[in-house]
C-alpha cells in the first residue's frame, strides 16, 4: 500500500484562489514564499517562536510556519500583502508608518498582522494575561500599554522597537474606536 504524500489544494489567500499542488508536509509559510511569491511574510525562527510569519487564518492570528497548508484549504488567509485596501494603508500599517513602529522592517509584517488580529480579539472581549476585572459587569479591558505588550508577547522585535510598536497599536485602537463612534478620522472619512 502507498501513502499518498501530496495534494492539489486550493487556497483563498488576500481575497484570491491559488491552486497548487503540495506535499502534506509543506508549511502555509513555505507555501505563501515559495510557491506563490508572498515574500512579505517573513521566515524568523521557523519554530513559532518569534512571530515573523504571523498571518490572519480566518481572522484569527496564526504563526504560518507551524501551519499545514493543506489545513487552511478552504479558510481564508489574509498576509501582510492584503491588509490595505488598495492605496489606502490598514489603520495599523498607518500607524506604524507614522509612530515609526518598525526599525530594520523585518519583523513588521508580523507584528502588523498580530497587531490586527490582537485588536479584534480585545473588541470581541477575549482576556489577556494582563487583563484585571473580567467579569462581564466590570466592562470592556482597557486597552493599556501593559495590556498592549501582554497581547503582543508572541512577536519578537531583534532592533528593540517595542516601545513605538505599543504606541502604534494604541493608535490604531484609538482610531478604530473613533471610526465606530463615527467620528472623523484623520486623513480619512468616517465609516
Not at 483563498?12 to 502555509?28: A, M, Q
Not at 489574509?78 to 500599517?93: F, K, S, Y
Request: proline share 4%; hydrophobic share 35%.
Amino acid at each position: 500500500m502507498t501513502l499518498q504524500t501530496s495534494s492539489v489544494i486550493t487556497l483563498h489567500i488576500n481575497g484570491e484562489k491559488h491552486t497548487l499542488p503540495v506535499d502534506h508536509r509543506t508549511t502555509l509559510l513555505d507555501a505563501l514564499r515559495e510557491r506563490l511569491d508572498l515574500t512579505g511574510t517573513k521566515k524568523g525562527c521557523d519554530q513559532g517562536q518569534c512571530g515573523a510569519c504571523t498571518v490572519l487564518v480566518d481572522g484569527r492570528r496564526t504563526v504560518a510556519c507551524l501551519q499545514l497548508a493543506v489545513a487552511t484549504e478552504g479558510r481564508e488567509v489574509t498576509t501582510i500583502e492584503g491588509v490595505a485596501d488598495g492605496d489606502r494603508l490598514h489603520p495599523v500599517q498607518q500607524a506604524f508608518l507614522d509612530l515609526d513602529g518598525y526599525q530594520c522592517g523585518y519583523c513588521t509584517p508580523g507584528q502588523i498582522c498580530s497587531a490586527i488580529g490582537m485588536l479584534a480579539e480585545h473588541a470581541a472581549g477575549w482576556p489577556s494575561a494582563a487583563s484585571g476585572d473580567i467579569r462581564p459587569a466590570a466592562g470592556p479591558t482597557p486597552l493599556t500599554a501593559e495590556e498592549i505588550r501582554e497581547r503582543m508577547s508572541g512577536n519578537l522585535c531583534r532592533c528593540s522597537a517595542y516601545t513605538s510598536i505599543v504606541e502604534a497599536v494604541a493608535r490604531a485602537a484609538e482610531t478604530a474606536d473613533a471610526t465606530k463612534a463615527g467620528a472623523p478620522v484623520e486623513g480619512g472619512a468616517a465609516a
